[in-house]
């Protein structure tokens, strides 16, 4: 961020049209991101004085760029939050996918400005005589459209040709029969789900056919199911088919369908089972005695993609690959540290003349000369690794930000470990 930049974005933070505005003070690189992010979503006209002139292009530049890396990385977003089966992050991040291609907000009447024709003058005249959708602009015939936009024919027919190819998206879905489940589990219905669009023929947006996501959510926040696939496919009807576990009688079942580059597309209908209370478990809403935590049935998520097949992921297996995540993803660990499990074990060489219980010693961390904390590594002050060579921990020299948590293992009489 440059100094001359800064008295201008902050009057672009004070504008009514930045939908999330920065409440410190707009001094780093992250608020000029957001801030020029929003500017554009916004449908934000900028100043044209001779002052701002100087950074108009350099803004310019920069939102290219911007707008060419999110892409990536709200699509791993999305790609990450739908294994972890989170359907409300999900569906913001699709959301949000949508507004950064169309460059403009999602569930506004800005969406008016992906039509070339329409600029913010345009909008306003539409939005003034209640046309807040182009799917409700197409309803329009020629002439009106001409009045209310103040133009000459054939710019009613030109414009009616454009939205021919917007796609009008639709969807209805519905319980075929309950799954088979054991004794003792959560219910499970099967639902199907029906795909069509409301044009004359497949739509054509921008010289190209869209690319379209669904996705099945509960009450709940749980993703049962997501699909991407394109617009072509649903020229005679696309069904999905899928099967939803139900931890309640209050859960409801909701779908969504909307197009990936194109705003204004999104179309959701809601699913109620109907089932009485009676005919549930009593075990969906206990709580763990043990831990206090709700007891989880076998919850399986279908992700279906046309270019890459379909993945059915377990319950269990998605719980072990984010144990072994979070279990890798520390930076301190390797496998020339001394583990907890060697310490364990020499524990346990003393712990056989002696039946009582006895904790293993654990590093305390303390706050170092330069104001960081020590971390919990036995080889903190200079020692040799396992395999003899000299430490080069990061964190060893240069110590840690905030005290690392403690993990003290007991051992039992019975020679188990037991963590406190």
């Not at 791993?76 to 460059?103: G, N, P, Q």
């Not at 072509?232 to 931890?247: G, R």
């Not at 072990?320 to 979070?326: D, I, L, P, Y």
Request: proline share 5%; aromatic share 6%; net charge positive.
């Amino acid at each position: 961020m440059k100094p001359n930049e800064r008295p201008f974005l902050r009057e672009f933070n004070k504008s009514p049209f930045i939908k999330y505005p920065i409440k410190d003070t707009i001094t780093t690189t992250s608020h000029k991101v957001s801030l020029l992010i929003q500017i554009q979503l916004g449908g934000i006209e900028q100043p044209n004085d001779k002052e701002f002139t100087a950074v108009r292009r350099q803004f310019s530049i920069e939102k290219a760029i911007i707008f060419e890396r999110i892409q990536r990385l709200i699509r791993c977003v999305i790609d990450c939050k739908a294994f972890d089966c989170d359907s409300i992050s999900t569906r913001h991040a699709l959301d949000l996918s949508r507004s950064l291609s169309a460059e403009f907000w999602d569930y506004s009447n800005l969406q008016l400005r992906q039509l070339p024709q329409v600029g913010p003058v345009a909008t306003r005249k539409l939005v003034s005589n209640n046309i807040h959708s182009i799917e409700e602009l197409g309803k329009l015939d020629t002439a009106t459209i001409e009045r209310y936009m103040s133009k000459n024919p054939p710019f009613g027919r030109k414009t009616k040709d454009l939205i021919a190819g917007f796609p009008l998206l639709r969807l209805a879905s519905e319980i075929t029969g309950r799954a088979s489940s054991k004794p003792g589990q959560n219910l499970k219905i099967n639902v199907k789900v029906r795909l069509w669009y409301d044009n004359d023929e497949v739509p054509v947006w921008m010289n190209k056919k869209p690319s379209l996501t669904f996705m099945a959510e509960t009450s709940n926040g749980s993703l049962v199911h997501f699909w991407r696939g394109n617009v072509a496919k649903l020229e005679k009807q696309w069904e999905l088919k899928f099967t939803v576990e139900l931890l309640g009688p209050d859960v409801n079942i909701k779908c969504w369908i909307a197009c990936e580059e194109i705003v204004g597309t999104a179309r959701s209908c809601v699913l109620n089972h109907n089932i009485p209370a009676a005919e549930f478990p009593v075990i969906a809403s206990h709580l763990d005695a043990k831990t206090g935590t709700q007891k989880r049935g076998s919850k399986r998520i279908v992700i279906q993609n046309d270019e890459f097949g379909t993945d059915e992921l377990e319950d269990n297996d998605m719980l072990a690959a984010v144990r072994h995540v979070e279990e890798a993803k520390s930076d301190y660990e390797s496998d020339g540290f001394a583990e907890l499990s060697d310490l364990e074990a020499a524990a346990a060489a003393g712990a056989n003349k002696s039946k009582k219980v006895k904790a293993i010693a654990t590093l305390e961390p303390f706050q170092m000369t330069n104001g960081k904390w020590a971390c919990n590594h036995a080889c903190r002050d200079g020692q040799l690794l396992k395999n003899g060579q000299p430490c080069k921990h990061l964190c060893c020299r240069e110590g840690l930000d905030k005290p690392r948590k403690i993990k003290r293992k007991v051992r039992s009489r019975t020679g188990s470990a037991n963590i406190n």
